[in-house]
């Protein structure tokens, strides 16, 4: 109804003060339609009830006229939604000041009680027409007025005519501030129409960008391989990937929307590996990375915690690899070591011993070339298992399974065993071995005296190695605070500046394969500086071309407290 | 009076070698090949002097005949333990509870030498 009543009353236009206008000048049209009909309903009662046979001229005039104003009314309405709001306001109120002009005697309409007629169309006009055509129908009123007072005899009431003009004045102001506040609040509104279009823009923007980024984490998460679980701060899982479910073959709805315990009871993992996921739970462990077994599978688990931008823990992500493959082979891997180990070294010892009976003439005197070729025969099994040792340690070193064991050594005694296993090998190559130790260097040291003496072995080693003529020195020195060192000096060719960065480099020698004259795998440097890294310490090297190579190791100095103990072996 | 040394090694070779070194020096010279074999003849034979013992034996290891020498054969307490093994490691881990330990590859001059210093001298 009210739509209905709403559809009459509006114009179509898109200009909203002549959309205002016209819904106006309808209303307006409205309420004298209204008027008019109870004016005819007044006439036909009053006939009725005066009992006359006919009817009086002047009932027939206004008869007349109220037909006259209801087609005038309705044909406006028409002009109003079909043609302008301004003609159709325009003929509107030319029809009212018209109609007023023989509403009362003339005498009223200029000096009496219908005077107050005319301001009407002055008033509307500033409304429904322009703001300034109240002054047009102020006009129209005032001569109107004169012209009745004039036909009747009289002089213009200019209190009347100037009271028009003021009147038209107050509704010329009242009209145009209207218009202007409407027009502010026009514009208000555009631009908070504008607003509201930009923020939900931004609003659709950052959600699209939320989407496309929720589908690309969704995307990576289904793609790798890795089984991937997130946990909330009371570890219920609140995400898992495809991949978690391959690797436990379990399906994830035993996953999602669970606490991580149900998990972790799960017949098919294994009672350690139990304990260990229990432990992340309880303890609420920083990155750790620890293995588990699950129905005959190893998996590598590593748990990362996870914060909010407020630094508060939001829960844990867990990710899950599957290591089985990769322990196998490193399962391999060290029983082949072990086996290597000695299978390898057994046999080699087998014919040192017995060519070393041979060099010590146990059956009897030996001819002067077959003490030689004895003493060749050590040389090179000795060489081969210093090879084989090397290329066990280094294995072992990338397994990572070989340890440092602290206990108690003697710096002397490194000096002594080093003097005992290597002035012959010096000697032999018309060299000298020489050392000194600091004597501000603590008697004993906590240290892994066999991982020690191997550093300085081969530290030896390599210099007599690329050493011709001259000496090696090895000193043993106290660097305060806390810190003791191991140098080893030769008077060798020394290493291209160039070649120092790689020196430490695994099978790595500074000739080329080709070219070399120093045999070995390359292997003795890399496996000091990684023994010497696995003891807390640093290696530096100082060479030039010609003028011999300096080795320099600083190693963090724990103080032994057993120094009494007697640890010489005879 | 022979001294009675007792050389536990599964490896011939080693064995005869190390036998060699011993014999040179004045020792007589026993030789068991295993574990098993060990055991049974440190409960009832004469107790040695000496016993170079490998870590690496079958059916029973050496770390644990070891064990067995020190716990219970009051019989051996006055026997000098030589432990032979290729593990550096190993020889750490059971050097505390033996008289020596050698790592192999054992030198028999450094084995003849050593024994040599040991054995009681001679009226």
């Known amino acids: 109804m009210r739509s209905r009543i709403d559809q009459i009353l509006s114009v179509p236009t898109s200009d909203p003060d002549e959309a205002r206008r016209g819904r106006l000048l309808n209303i307006l049209l409205l309420g004298e339609l209204v008027s008019a009909l109870l004016g005819l309903i007044a006439v036909i009662v009053y006939v009725t009830n005066s009992g006359k046979s006919s009817i009086d001229a002047e009932i027939q005039i206004l008869l007349g006229g109220i037909v006259i104003f209801t087609l005038g009314i309705f044909g406006i309405y028409q002009v109003n939604r079909r043609l302008s709001s301004r003609v159709a306001a ?34 509307i006009a500033s409304l429904i027409l322009a703001p300034p055509a109240s002054f047009l129908f102020a006009a129209i009123s005032s001569l109107i007025v004169a012209w009745l007072a004039a036909s009747i005899g009289l002089a213009p009431n200019v ?79 609140t995400l898992a990937n495809p991949a978690i479910k391959g690797m436990l073959e379990v399906p994830l709805e035993l996953i999602v929307n669970k ?59 867990i990710v899950f690899r599957d ?13 082949f070591v072990a086996i290597v180990s000695h299978e390898l070294r057994t046999p080699l010892s087998a014919i040192l011993g017995y060519a070393e009976m041979f060099n010590e003439a146990v059956y009897g005197p030996m001819n002067e070339k077959q003490v030689n070729m004895a003493d060749r025969i050590m040389k090179n099994t000795q060489r081969l298992l210093g090879l084989i040792n090397d290329l066990l340690d280094q294995a072992q070193m990338e397994a990572g399974k070989l340890t440092i064991k602290m206990a108690p050594v003697r710096p002397a005694e490194l000096l002594e065993n080093l003097h005992s296993l290597m002035d012959k090998t010096a000697s032999d190559k018309g060299l000298r071995l020489t050392s000194d130790i600091d004597d ?17 072995v081969n530290l030896v080693n390599n210099a007599v190695k690329f050493t011709d003529q001259g ?100 | 009076m022979s001294i009675l040394a007792l050389i536990i090694e599964d490896d011939e070779d080693l064995a005869s070698i190390f036998a060699e070194a011993l014999r040179g020096v004045g020792f007589e010279v026993e030789h068991v090949t295993d574990g098993r074999l060990a055991e049974a003849r440190l409960k009832n034979g004469p107790p040695p002097f000496l016993i170079l013992l490998d870590m690496h034996l079958p ?38 509870m033996a008289d020596f330990v050698m790592i192999k590859p054992i030198s028999f001059v450094q084995l003849r030498d050593l024994t040599s210093r040991l054995k009681p001298k001679e009226e």
């Open chain 1, 440 to 456: 501000n260097l603590p008697e004993a040291l906590n240290g892994d005296a066999a991982r020690l003496q191997q550093v300085l």
């Open chain 2, 59 to 96: 059916h029973v290891s050496g770390g644990d005949i070891l064990a067995n020498i020190i716990k219970k054969e009051e019989h051996l307490a006055k026997t000098m333990v030589i432990l032979t093994t290729a593990d550096a490691r190993m020889g750490e881990t059971y050097g505390e």
């Open chain 1, 90 to 123: 325009l003929l509107f109120l030319l029809l009212l000041t018209f109609i007023f002009v023989f509403t009362d005697s003339t005498e009223e309409l200029v000096n009496g009680r219908s005077l107050f007629l005319f301001t009407l169309p002055i008033a």
């Open chain 1, 323 to 335: 290591f089985t493959r990769e322990a196998e082979v490193e399962k391999l891997k060290s029983t």
């Open chain 1, 471 to 570: 000496s090696i020195h090895v000193g043993l020195f106290f660097s305060a605070p806390k810190k003791w060192g191991i140098r080893v000096s030769d008077t060798g060719h020394g290493i291209p500046e160039s070649e120092l960065p790689y020196i430490f480099d695994t099978f790595r020698q500074v000739e080329g394969t080709a070219t070399r004259v120093h045999g070995g795998f390359g292997l003795g440097l890399s496996i000091v500086k990684q023994l010497v890294s696995l003891m807390n310490g640093e290696i530096k090297v100082q060479s030039k071309t010609d003028m011999g190579t300096t080795f320099i190791i600083n190693l963090p100095m724990i103080v032994s407290e057993s120094t009494k103990k007697d640890w010489t072996l005879s």
């Open chain 1, 159 to 237: 209190f009347v005519i100037s009271g028009f003009f003021m009147l038209a004045l107050v509704s010329w102001l009242s009209a145009r501030s209207l218009e202007q506040a409407l027009q502010e609040l026009r514009m208000i509104n555009a631009n908070l129409d504008h607003v509201v279009i930009e923020r939900t823009q931004a609003l659709s923007e950052s959600l699209e960008r939320e989407r496309t980024e929720a589908g690309r984490n969704q995307a990576i998460l289904n793609s790798i391989a890795d089984g991937v679980i997130v946990f909330d701060r009371k570890w219920n899982a």
């Open chain 1, 259 to 317: 606490n991580f315990s149900e998990l972790i009871e799960h017949p098919r993992l294994q009672p350690t590996s139990r304990r260990l996921l229990y432990a992340i739970m309880e303890h609420d462990t920083q990155p750790v990375g620890f293995r588990i077994e699950w129905a005959g599978k190893t998996l590598s688990v590593s748990a990362a915690q996870v914060y909010n931008n407020r630094s508060e823990n939001i829960g844990t992500v």
